[in-house]
């Protein structure tokens, strides 16, 4: 399976724009009630999205398992050099 990735930063700003157009002009009353209707709209998805999230990845969906299945066997300092290698990647790529 090919890895997408993805930009978070512009994503979420497309997403503010584009809710700053849909809003342009509204009352604070028809902000709330519009964040107040996708809010339940993606509370309905999230439960879908996250299962298939968890397989496309390998999980079982149920995130206390996986972790104890991904670091039971590592100690702490294993766990502790992974994470820093990881946020050493990150900042070189900034």
Do not use: C
């Amino acid at each position: 399976m090919d890895e997408k990735k993805i930009n978070a930063i512009e994503m979420t700003r497309k997403i503010r724009d584009k809710n700053a157009q849909r809003l342009a002009g509204k009352s604070h009353a028809e902000r709330i009630a519009f964040y107040r209707e996708r809010a339940k709209k993606m509370e309905k998805k999230l439960p879908v999205l996250l299962s298939e999230l968890a397989i496309a990845e390998g999980g079982r969906g149920d995130y206390s398992k996986d972790r104890h299945a991904w670091l039971d066997n590592q100690s702490v300092d294993t766990v502790v050099k992974r994470i820093s290698e990881k946020r050493a990647t990150y900042k070189k790529k900034k």
